[in-house]
């Protein structure tokens, strides 16, 4: 079973790049593994694969820097997008402490648990809270053992445990809708929360008021047919910041998948993303600055262009495997960045992408 926890909680370095790869996409995986350890985003790694499909030409602009948009609710009657909106903030329960989400997605939300006086490089586990009208995403499973356990909540919940021993606790929060939190594996056999901790942290959970989803960036221009999925970010310093986008054929029909991986198996119904990263990138990863304007090393086997932002503090990247370069590096051209290090100038998603880009426009 794979679900978002294990493409959160196990380090890049257990997916290296299938031997078909070159030495670039060796040294450039290594390097994002770097930083990714070095921000405590662990996410899964393996490389993506070229393929042949053709995509309307976007005409190049110049860069523009965004100005700071206040937030304003999203409707969602017929006709307008969802409202892209995280729909409960941080907590804590005994030594406990859930961060506000850093994740949302299509079918849920997540959040760390991190308990005073753990691994200060790992949170002890994840809160994944499903949108309602999602269905338990563990229920489905094949291979998983179901354990009931007392009601949390007034509601029911059980304990998952997978073929491998890994264990998780499922419960429904609303009449339709669930939530899971996930443990961080501590060596064979043995996790970072106890299944007490886990219904500790369960119990404690609660809705609050709705708040917009905020990205460092805004697009005027996104592919057609293709819908935007994830937003995400480094929990603690918010960098890198991470947008997925994928065409609607597989975007709606997998709407309860919360996680597709960041760089998802060649042989997947994934493999066609558009990822977007606003990036503080470790020496060496980029080549050039801000005086060379968008660049596509990878342009004869793969689609990736990026930019320096003003400054040569951050870079904007953009990768799809199916995009060709021109259309590619016309789209990074068109991207207006906010200021990545000011979270306060950092649009809300309903706001930053075209509504055809998102579900239900």
Sequence with gaps: MRTEMYDLLYQAAQDPPPPRYDVEDVVRAGKRRQRRRRTGWAVGAALAVAVAVTVPQIVTHPPRRVQPVTPTPSVTTAGKPRAINFTFGGYTTGRFSVSTPFRWTLAGMSAEIRKKGGDPAS??????????????????????????????????????????????????????????????????????????????????????NATPVVVPFRMTVVPPGYRLVLAQWEPTEGLPAMIRFLPVSVANPRISDVDHGPEPDPHSAYADQLRIEVVKPVPGEFAGDSSSGTQCPE????????????????????????????????????????????????LPANQAFPASAQVGG
């Design 299 to 346: 342009a004869n086997h793969g689609g990736r262009c990026y930019r320096w932002l003003p400054g040569d503090k951050y870079v904007v990247e953009a990768l799809c495997r199916v995009v060709v370069k021109d259309p590619l590096a016309g789209l990074v051209d068109r991207i207006e960045v906010a200021d990545p290090g000011n979270r306060a100038t950092w």
């Design 123 to 208: 949170p002890e586990g994840i809160l994944t809270v499903y949108h309602p009208g999602v269905a338990d995403p563990i229920a489905a499973e094949k291979g998983v053992k179901r354990t009931t356990t007392s009601p949390i909540g007034g509601r029911p919940a059980y304990f998952g445990t997978d073929q491998g021993g890994f264990p998780m606790l499922v419960w429904q929060y609303a009449a339709d809708a669930s939530a899971v939190v996930a443990p961080r594996s501590a060596g064979p056999g043995g996790y970072a929360m106890t299944k007490a901790e886990m219904r500790q942290v369960a119990a404690a959970f609660h809705l609050g």
